[in-house]
Antibody
Framework: EVQLVQSGAEVKKPGESLKISCKGS????????VAWVRQMPGKGLEWMGI????????RYSPSFQGQVTISADKSISTAYLQWSSLKTSDTAMYYC??????????????WGQGTLVTVSS | DIQMTQSPSSVSTSVGDRVTITCRAS??????LAWYQQKPGKAPKLLIS???SLQSGVPSRFSGSGSGTDFTLTISSLQPEDFATYYC?????????FGGGTKVEIK
């Protein structure tokens, strides 16, 4: 069974750093792109970027380029999303999800449960 | 980026009704369109890929159609478990982009 299990909810202050994780199982983690998707409170879905764990090829949506860093460790089947200096506007639910195909543009067929990040002073 | 526009943004309807949601792309995307369902507090779920391909396990009352710039998601007879928010997403070019969502509510 394909599963993506994300790390737990976080409460941080503005300016702090954060790294959240997404562990894949039940499939060849290295062979599928993993996407990160943001959902701000009460809002829609936004594609942040993707990583191919096999070679760590990473692409960012222009809106998120320079704002976050996506990485992966294929040895432990885990992808990461990190911030060096959080803002209150980073408060959101963050989902990881698996691409259906080898394309950088794809549909996603499996989703993590989401990680709620709250940034407040 | 390709802009995806969904309509309506919300619809109030009853069990057994037929519901149609539309999604328009700002430029042609062939059939590179998916539909997702999201219930409160849950991750989205893929319903339809490639505009009309129903995912395994998704009830046949869901159907998708369209190509180019105009697409529809139809629920033929709404069931209580279908009350949710629905999103379209294009996968024609990077970055993939979502529509703003359509909330299907109980009348």
């Amino acid at each position: 069974e394909v599963q993506l299990v994300q790390s737990g909810a976080e409460v941080k202050k503005p300016g702090e750093s954060l790294k959240i994780s997404c562990k894949g199982s039940g499939y060849s983690f290295s062979s599928y792109w993993v996407a990160w998707v943001r959902q701000m409170p009460g809002k829609g879905l936004e594609w942040m970027g993707i990583i191919y764990p096999g070679d760590s090829d990473t692409r960012y949506s222009p809106s998120f380029q320079g704002q976050v860093t996506i990485s992966a460790d294929k040895s432990i089947s885990t992808a990461y999303l990190q911030w060096s200096s959080l803002k209150t506007s980073d408060t959101a639910m963050y989902y990881c999800a698996r691409h259906m195909s080898s394309s950088t543009s794809s549909f996603v067929d499996y989703w993590g449960q989401g990680t709620l990040v709250t940034v407040s002073s | 980026d390709i802009q995806m526009t969904q309509s309506p943004s919300s619809v109030s309807t009853s069990v057994g009704d037929r519901v149609t949601i539309t999604c328009r792309a700002s430029q042609g995307i062939s059939s590179w369109l998916a539909w997702y369902q999201q219930k409160p507090g849950k991750a989205p779920k893929l319903l339809i890929s490639a505009a009309s391909s129903l995912q395994s396990g998704v009830p046949s009352r869901f159907s998708g159609s369209g190509s180019g710039t105009d697409f529809t998601l139809t629920i033929s007879s709404l069931q209580p478990e279908d009350f949710a928010t629905y999103y379209c997403q294009q996968a024609n070019s990077f970055p993939p982009t979502f529509g703003g969502g359509t909330k299907v509510e109980i009348k």
